[in-house]
């Protein structure tokens, strides 16, 4: 929540109140917890000041593709999908935890990661050149990029001295997502979802 007052001492200067209501069944005015007091100067010239604009939620989401599918169905209404936004909360980290990391697996993986980047080495070096010489920059890049990533993954490896002896992937997945509506649209995006 945002609450907006004008300060009496300085006729100039808004001070913006931004709290958020603590998790509870009442929301009694004595849960809400102070987050911070910003203070913006008002411009003198309406014209100068920031342009506002409501936005409502529209509906939420146990999945990003149930939000994305709601913004296709409203665009094949021709709605105008502009003015919604898909907002995820709650973020998590997750680590996928893929096997144990053995030193053969670093030095495939190091050498892979360098064959690639060798490759685009050996590519950039190449459009300079023309002929036979073209593939023999490629292919060296190719093997020399291998080499020394297989080189730094075991190096990185032994560096870690047994600690975090696993391979895994991480991503930030969100709890919730929220289909939101600017502009007072949000009422309209409900009807014709079938929502209300």
Partial sequence: ???????????????????DVASSTTSQPS????KGVIKTPIPQDIDQAPEVTAWNTVASY?????????VDGLATLDFPIGELEI?????????????PMTWKLAAL?????GAWTGLFVGL????????????????GGLLIGAAWGALLALTFRGMSRGQHN????RSVVATRYDVIARDGLAVQARVALGLG
């Fill in 62 to 70: 146990a999945s990003y593709g149930e939000a994305q599918d709601a």
């Fill in 31 to 34: 849960e809400q917890i102070m």
């Fill in 166 to 169: 696993f391979s895994s992937l």
């Fill in 87 to 99: 907002v995820g909360s709650g973020l998590r980290s997750v680590e996928r935890v893929t096997g």
């Fill in 124 to 139: 950039l070096v190449g459009l300079f050149t023309n002929g036979g010489v073209w593939l023999g920059l490629l292919l």
């Fill in 1 to 19: 929540m945002c609450l907006a007052a004008i300060n009496a001492e300085s006729p100039g200067l808004a001070v913006y109140v931004v709290s």
């Fill in 109 to 113: 993986g190091g050498a892979g990661a």
